[in-house]
């Protein structure tokens, strides 16, 4: 290889605009404590289990309070009311931890390696809503960007990414499942915060 040759590559090597990320590391009470936040949902449900076993075996056999279990699973799954608010609570609990997996692998994340704060998730006419709030350094942009993969990541068939009119920092995450008008509407407790998202613009 000529001494031009090389120096040309050499050169064009070094004009190569490139960028290393570099992920903060964060002490191990901060990881625990994210976690234990994360997973709100299936503590406290099983705190919830734990408690009601014990508190129906210091008063009556084991065998008896497993049928009290049993029966009110049973019960759960059996009526339809019931069943479909498990299912739909249980969707929206795995539509938050998948959206949070998105943003890690598709790196919406501000260049401290911070992923965006979900501060809630509940089921929705179409599907979930994810209340989002964006740190500094992300848009609703960056979110857009990825709204293809949060569908792949989440089982939906679309998401609609949408800003509030007046905090852009609040950003409503809509996962789409079903057409509402093949199916009886469900009223969601989200009618009364949704309005503010919309108007400013979808995905």
Aim: a positive charge; charged letters at 20%.
């Amino acid at each position: 290889m000529s001494t031009r040759v090389r120096s040309t590559r050499d050169r064009l090597i070094r004009n190569e605009p490139f960028e290393t990320f570099h992920r903060p590391q964060r002490s191990r009470p901060a990881r625990v404590l994210g976690l234990l936040i994360r997973l709100r949902a299936e503590l406290f449900l099983l705190a919830v289990v734990l408690t009601c076993w014990f508190w129906l075996v210091d008063r009556m056999p084991a065998w008896a309070a497993g049928m009290i279990f049993g029966g009110v699973a049973l019960a759960v799954l059996l009526w339809p009311g019931s069943r479909r608010y498990v299912t739909r609570r249980g969707w929206a609990v795995m539509t938050r931890h998948r959206l949070r997996t998105t943003f890690v692998e598709r790196r919406v994340m501000n260049y401290s390696g911070n992923v965006p704060l979900l501060l809630w998730s509940r089921p929705s006419v179409v599907g979930e809503q994810v209340l989002v709030v964006l740190r500094a350094g992300i848009d609703a942009h960056d979110l857009e960007l990825a709204a293809s993969f949060i569908a792949v990541s989440c089982l939906a068939s679309d998401v609609r990414i949408t800003p509030h009119r007046r905090l852009s920092a609040f950003v409503l995450v809509e996962v789409i499942r079903r057409d509402p008008l093949t199916g009886p509407a469900v009223v969601s407790p989200l009618t009364r915060v949704a309005p503010a998202f919309h108007g400013a613009g979808h995905a």
